[in-house]
Structures are given as C-alpha cells and as structure tokens.
C-alpha cells in the first residue's frame, strides 16, 4: 500500500487543507481517506478507516452532506433475489474515526441494486430511488435526520430483449438521474435499449410511468447526464442530456422537451453520434465496440464554460505509464479517460442553443478498469476508481482549461474491486 506523492516531501510539512474521500469495494468495504495538500504544494491520501457493513459487495455510494447520511447499495453477488442498502451517518464535525456509523442495514426487494440518486421533496421530505441491474427500480422514503428509511415502491422492467443476447437478455436498469427540473426520473436500461422515464409527485413522492425513450438497437444505454444549454431557461424546460452507450462505446446526444401536463419527456436527437474514446485512439468501429465505457459527467470550468468527462474500461492504450506508487518504479499500462468540449452551433427550432460534442483529450486513468470517478467540490482534482488495478488514483484538474494531469498527484492500492468514489467535505 502507499498514501501519497511523492512520499518524501511529506516530512516537515504542514497541512493546509483536507477532504474525505470514500470509496467502496467489491470486496466488501467502505474506505475512508482523508486527501491533504501540504504548505508545500504536495499531496497525502491517508486512510482513516475501514467499514465493513455494507458487505458483501458494496456497489454504489450516495452523499447527503446536508444531512451528514451516507447509503451504501450492497449488490450481494451471492443471491439471485436480494440486495441490501445500508445507511450511515458521517462522522461529527471535528472528528475523525470512526468515519461512519451504521443506522439501518436493510434487504432490499430486488437483486443486483447498482445506482441510485436523491430526490428532495416538500417539506423536508426525501426519497431514494435505486436501479437494480436485473429488471427493476425501487424507491424508499428516507428521514433526513436519522437516515432510517421505508420501502415506497417498486417496479418490474418488461421492456424487450436487445440483439446482443449476453448482454440484453433481460431489462437491465443501470442508473438514476434526475431532470434540471426535478420533475422526472430517468433510467438508461442497457438490457431493453430504452431510457425509462418517471414522473415524481413532489407531494406524494410516488412515482409514475411515462413512455420511455428508445435508442438504437444494441447500443447498451449505461450512464447519462444533463446539461442546461446556454440559452435554456426553466420556463422552456430546455435542456441536452447526454448518453453513454456501454455496448456500441459512444456518446448520444439529444435535445429535451417537457411534454405538458407532467406527460413525460420528448427526446431528440442532435448532431451524429461520438465514439466514447474521443478521437485520439484511432479506432475504427469494430475495435470500439470491444471497449466498455463506464461512467460520464459534465465538468464545469472557471468561465462557466462546460466539457463531458467519460471513463472507458477495456481502453488500454496507454502504456509506460509512471507508477502511482513512489516505492516502485515498474510502469504500468493503463485505461483511458476522454473529455470533450461542448461547442455551440446553430439554434434549434425550439430557440434553444444546440451544443456540438468535440473530442479534446484522452488521458491515462492511472490504472485498469476506472469503474467510477468523482470531481472534487472545487473542480480541481479527480478521483479514479480502478476496480481491476484495486487502486484509487487522484489527478489534477486544471479548473480554466478542463486538462486532465498525465501522473497522479495521490494513490492508494490495496483495495480490492473499486466499486464508487465521493469526496466529502
């Protein structure tokens, strides 16, 4: 294992600020680290502690700063049936371990839970919604302050096969995202190539089916995001969302409608699909389509200025790659992280200003297989979690130019299947 470089510059030195990392492991655990930068300009990723009540396989970890809640989805490989989610409160200001107590640890209605997201209601109210890999959404109502929480519903996605059988033999729900205007839930289902759409009653907090959304036959929808364009307003409901396809490894983009009466949302198309790895790989098509990209999100610059930021698994082009570690000079190969700039074009029908997916970078992930990643609270640095290298890596991100730094400033290995990461605070 190793906290930090470089490890040396680390003596005599003060610390001038710090940020929880926490990241989740197949391998049953929630890591705690505290990252510092020192009077000296260097870094230290050091562990506070290890959690293992979320085992066995802890797939995805959800924030709540405001309410210092933490829950943990535990995807439970071992059962065909089952899931767990698990809640934790943060440890108080001030201290430092235990990072997180455990609150409620719950089997869920539903194998395989992988994603999920927060939705706050009216007075105070607050609903987590988590999408299970084999066919299903559930939805639990959560009391902020105890973090305990109710089962609310559930649903069975029915939606067809897709044309890759190992892949799409069932419905296979893989995230939740929740609209600019907080009206809808939206779930990529990489088994059934459709983008369910659900309607939140902010009152009630229940939810209700609209018609879903379809995309290309075999393209695998994964992740997406939102993005206001820069001439939306709320009143229009205007937006762009953009998908990540993990099968056919590109980028969709599309320009988003609210239909009336809370009716669902109208998708369409924009511009021509991007392959996921950018442009600087120099794949061609068939190539692409053995990669697996994993997780997108829009990183925001100084100016206000937007770029989308896409890890890709299986894209190990990069090697001779200097070593995370300080003890040891052995290079290594890595996976790839592309960004992209958003670039105005011309105006839409809708009066809305269209945005033009520009490949920019592609930058070694300090590692294989970067499953999740997470930008910190002031956009400077980027954490990398690498399930197969076991490591979660920490690069500098230039907050005026959106580059990606080619060595990580920080590193931790030894973690078995890095499953998420989030910085706190």
């Not at 655990?29 to 085992?55: G, M, V």
């Not at 190992?166 to 983008?195: F, N, T, W």
């Amino acid at each position: 294992m190793f906290a930090s470089l470089p490890l040396t510059a680390l003596v005599a030195t003060t610390t001038v600020s710090a940020t929880k990392l926490y990241v989740s492991s197949y391998d049953g655990n929630i890591t705690t680290f505290d990252f510092t930068k020192t009077s000296n300009a260097s870094y230290n990723l050091a562990l506070i502690d290890k959690n293992p009540d979320c085992a066995p396989n802890p797939s995805w970890l959800q924030l709540d700063l405001k309410n210092r809640n933490l829950f943990c989805l535990n995807e439970n490989f071992a059962s065909t049936t089952n899931g767990s989610l698990v809640s934790f409160k943060l440890a108080e200001e001030g201290k430092t371990s235990p990072s997180l107590k455990k609150i409620t640890n719950s089997t869920i209605p539903a194998a395989a839970p992988v994603h999920s997201a927060l939705y706050n209601g009216k007075n105070g109210t607050q609903l987590l919604a988590v999408a299970h890999y084999i066919n299903a959404l559930s939805t639990y109502t959560i009391t902020p302050s105890t973090a305990q929480f109710t089962l609310s519903q559930h649903f069975n996605f029915t939606g067809p096969a897709g044309p890759v059988p190992i892949r799409q033999a069932v419905p296979r729900p893989h995230q939740i995202i929740i609209d600019p205007m907080k009206k809808y839930i939206v779930v990529p289902d990489l088994g059934s190539d459709i983008i369910g759409i659900f309607y939140i009653n902010p009152t009630t907090l229940q939810l209700s089916e609209r018609p879903s959304i379809p995309v290309p036959k075999g393209a695998g929808p994964r992740h997406g995001v939102f993005h206001l364009t820069p001439r939306a307003t709320k009143s229009r409901g205007a937006t762009h969302f953009y998908l990540l396809t993990e099968i056919s490894a590109q980028i969709l983009s599309f320009d988003v409608q609210y239909l009336p009466n809370n009716g669902g949302l109208k998708m369409m198309p924009i511009g021509k699909a991007v392959w996921a790895y950018g442009s600087g790989a120099g794949l061609d098509p068939v190539v692409a389509k053995g990669l697996a990209p994993a997780e997108i999100t829009v990183g925001y610059l100084r100016n206000g200025a937007a770029q989308l930021i896409v890890s890709n698994r299986n894209a190990t082009f990069f090697s001779g790659v200097k070593n995370p570690d300080p003890k040891n000079s052995t290079a290594i190969i890595s996976d790839s992280i592309a960004t992209f700039s958003l670039g105005a074009s011309k105006g839409m029908a809708s009066g809305n200003q269209t945005e033009t997916v520009v490949p920019k970078a592609l930058t070694a992930a300090g590692g294989l297989f970067p499953r999740s990643f997470s930008i910190s609270p002031n956009g400077d640095m980027i954490a990398f979690g690498l399930q197969t290298s076991g490591r979660v890596a920490i690069f500098h991100r230039c907050v005026d130019t959106g580059s990606i730094g080619k060595e990580a400033v920080a590193a931790y290995e030894g973690l078995g299947e890095v499953s998420s990461v989030v910085w706190g605070i």
